[in-house]
Structure formats: structure tokens, C-alpha cells
């Protein structure tokens, strides 16, 4: 998110916190220049975000029922607030009368705020069950939070941060998380990775120390559009082809029941076979998929493909035959 983006936010919430609030002060609070904050005010109005100058010396505020809520503030905001109890008797003579109510029912709604996440994490967490790595230890059934704080980031939007274990090595990353991606016995999560400026997917399974961290970000379709443009989730290859495959009729419906990410071309044969074109970029991945039919899917083209489908099928000969 720019400097200008956050402070956008700020000036929502100082409005929507006092309003009637003047431009000097807005200017004061954001660190910034009166003239700033005009030309913030027409980017603001250019997305219909209902703020309004009240006239000379009556300031800004909203003039409809918009706001942001809940307070959707972080862990750390929350007990800095908190910790203003300590502080209370001492600066309660320069307090107005109804300050000290105030403050009660904001820290009310905050604890009840965290009480029904709490419990809608536990429930959300039950619905959840992932397989186990082989070296895990069984004895462990203790579950993983992961999930649970990619469902949460992903609702608020909020950007994140971790390690992620990678042909042997963690790295640490920072991501926007888009969406949760089934897979068999996992789940795979595509988001925008801050460190290659691209769209990458992760396994979930091997993010560790996750954390949600203050910064929000807005989802692009364009980009989860242009991801899945392919039938399959692209790990590090580039390179598309347009595969054609006949499936025999005893496996049409069992193809039809697929899913995939954009929608094949199929075709209907007399024959009652299946004629199946889509565009591959991760040919491992494809070739794991088509396995699971067996015979029953043939490969046209391209020729290479073909061959390499022959190549896999002689190694795989040499182990159940090796004279």
C-alpha cells in the first residue's frame, strides 16, 4: 500500500472519529500539508467516499450513514487502549464527565469483538481437516492454525508475513492472500508475493510462524483472472501448450465431474468418446492428472507430449519388468 493509500484511511478515521474536523488538523495528524489534504479530500470524493466541508471553520464529516466498523484494530492497538485504565485516575480531572463510560463500552465491544472471533475460529477450525506429512509425528493431533489465519487475513484483507520451506530451505515471505485452493489431502493457497511482485501459489502445509500484520490490500481480479487462465497451477514453468486428449466413453461422465480453474473445450464424438482440448503450462502436473485414467485417455497432441506420455510408460514397465 503507497503512503498515500494509508493516509486515505487516516483521514477516514479522524473524520469519522471527530466530525467537524478542519483541514489544519487533518494536516497536523497526517504529517502532511493543508494542500495535501484538499487534494486528498477530491480523491476521496472521486470514490464516492461521502465526506463533505461543512463550510469555513466547520470542517469535515460524513453526511451519510457510512463508517467503518467494526473497529478491526490489531492486537496491539487493542491493549495499548486498554492499558489506558492504568492512567485513569490520574487524568481524570482533565476528562470530560462521560469519557470514562465511553471508554468502558468501547473496551466492552472490543472484548466481545474478540470473544466471537475466538469462537468462529474454533468452529471454522473444525470444518477443516488436512492430511499429515509422513515424518509428522501421529502422537500430534494438535491442529494447525494456518488455515485459520488465511481465512481470517483473506475476509479483512489484511497483508501477511511468515516463513515458507522451499526444496529444502525456509524463506521468509510476505504475501496477500487471495484464496484457498483444495487439493488432494492439502491446501494450496494462491496470493500475490510481495518479493517476486507476481501471483504464486504456496502449500499450506509448509507455512510456518504466520502472522497477519496492519497493512490491507484490495484483491485484483485481473490478476486471479490472468493466473487461471490455464487448467493447471503453474510451479516456476512459463511455457503453455495446447493439449488434445480422447477419453473413451467408459470415463465421460467421471471427466464431466471434474473441475477445473477455466472450462475446457469438449467435444462429443459419435463414437460416444470424449474429445478434450485445454491449455497445460505445468506438465508434471499434468501428467499426474491424466494417470488416473489409465487407458482410457489418449493423448493426440502435440506429438511431443505423446512421446513424453511413452517415456513415462517405459520407465515405468522397467520396474514391474527389468529383463
Same mark, same amino acid.
Given at each position: ?29 497526517? *504529517? ?32 451519510? /450513514? ?55 475460529? *474454533? ?70 508475493? /510481495? ?129
Amino acid at each position: 500500500m503507497t503512503d498515500r493509500l494509508i493516509r486515505l484511511m487516516r483521514i477516514i478515521t479522524l473524520v469519522q472519529a471527530k466530525p467537524g474536523i478542519l483541514a489544519r488538523e487533518l494536516a497536523e495528524r497526517c *504529517e502532511t500539508t493543508e494542500r495535501t489534504i484538499y487534494r486528498d479530500m477530491e480523491a476521496l470524493s472521486a470514490m464516492h467516499i461521502p465526506i463533505a466541508n461543512m463550510g469555513h471553520g466547520r470542517g469535515y464529516m460524513f453526511i451519510s /450513514h457510512f463508517a467503518m466498523y467494526p473497529l478491526n484494530w490489531s492486537d496491539e492497538e487493542a491493549q495499548a487502549f486498554i492499558q489506558l485504565a492504568d492512567v485513569m485516575e490520574d487524568i481524570r480531572p482533565l476528562l470530560k464527565p462521560a469519557f470514562e463510560s465511553a471508554y468502558e463500552k468501547v473496551v466492552a465491544s472490543s472484548q466481545k469483538n474478540r470473544t466471537e472471533r475466538v469462537e468462529w475460529a *474454533e468452529q471454522v477450525r473444525g470444518m477443516f481437516k488436512e492430511g499429515g506429512i509422513v515424518c509428522q509425528n501421529m502422537d500430534d493431533d494438535e491442529p494447525s492454525d494456518s488455515l485459520l489465519l488465511l481465512l481470517q487475513a483473506g475476509i479483512s484483507q489484511n497483508s501477511m508475513e511468515g516463513k515458507y520451506q522451499s526444496q529444502g530451505e525456509m524463506e521468509m515471505i510476505r504475501f496477500d492472500p487471495y484464496c484457498l485452493i483444495p487439493r488432494e489431502y492439502q491446501f494450496d493457497l494462491l496470493a500475490y508475493c /510481495h518479493l517476486s511482485e507476481r501471483m504464486r501459489t504456496f502449500q499450506v502445509n509448509r507455512l510456518y510462524d504466520l502472522r497477519i500484520i496492519p497493512r490491507t490490500f484490495r484483491k485484483n481480479d485481473y490478476l486471479i483472472q490472468s493466473y487461471f487462465r490455464t487448467a493447471w497451477i503453474t510451479r516456476g514453468s512459463t511455457e503453455e501448450t495446447v493439449v488434445k486428449i480422447r477419453f473413451s466413453s467408459l470415463v465421460v461422465d467421471r471427466v464431466m465431474q471434474e473441475r477445473f480453474f477455466v472450462r475446457p473445450v469438449l467435444t462429443r464424438e459419435p463414437e460416444g468418446t470424449l474429445l478434450f482440448e485445454t491449455v497445460v503450462s505445468d506438465a508434471e502436473g499434468f501428467f499426474v492428472w491424466i494417470s488416473r485414467y489409465g487407458p482410457e485417455a489418449e493423448i493426440l497432441e502435440p506429438e511431443h507430449c505423446r512421446n513424453l506420455m511413452q517415456e513415462h510408460l517405459e520407465r515405468w514397465r522397467q520396474v514391474y519388468n527389468p529383463k
